[in-house]
């Protein structure tokens, strides 16, 4: 996707993006429990960290408005957790997921990343599809919500042996 731009997201950039999430499952499942439903820009810029310095936001935007949305979330010392991701559904199985999350990935790696890590559904294999392509593997186990955290394969240390 050629097209797009990678920029700092705004929080005018979270109006449109609160329009892509059509049910309080879904906002869960991309942004975590305890949101509020029925969400707008300002709300939802809010509640997942927008003004918080431990958690970068980041757009990908196409014919100046927002495309794909990511969070670089800090977690310990030079320790960065890709998050939140989501693609337009206009603009989705373009590639423009795996553009995002390059240029996550790379944003980390320029800030002397020494651990990148992801949490996906167990059940969302087009993601996990792509994690895996991007280097990621299985790192422990899928907990109690059907989440399966992955680590970047160049930083596991311990991940699932069917995996290395």
Not at 6 to 11: I, S
Not at 132 to 161: E, Y
Request: charged content about 25%.
């Amino acid at each position: 996707m050629a097209d797009a731009r990678w920029r700092p997201a705004l929080p005018t950039d979270l109006t449109p993006i609160a329009g892509w999430i059509e049910t309080p499952a879904a906002l869960e499942r991309w942004a975590g429990p305890g949101l509020s439903w029925p969400t707008d820009g300002n709300t939802l810029w809010r509640e997942i960290d927008g003004p918080n310095p431990n958690s970068i936001s980041f757009c990908l935007e196409s014919e100046s408005r927002p495309a794909a949305f990511g969070q670089l979330v800090i977690k310990g010392e030079r320790h960065y957790h890709l998050a939140r991701i989501i693609v337009s559904p206009a603009q989705r199985r373009r590639g423009l997921g795996e553009v995002l999350c390059r240029r996550l990935l790379a944003e980390a790696r320029q800030r002397r990343a020494e651990r990148i890590t992801l949490n996906v559904f167990a059940d969302n294999q087009p993601a996990i599809d792509l994690y895996r392509r991007l280097g990621f593997v299985n790192q422990g186990a899928i907990d109690t919500r059907g989440i399966q955290p992955m680590q970047l394969r160049q930083f596991a240390i311990n991940g699932d042996s069917a995996d290395l």
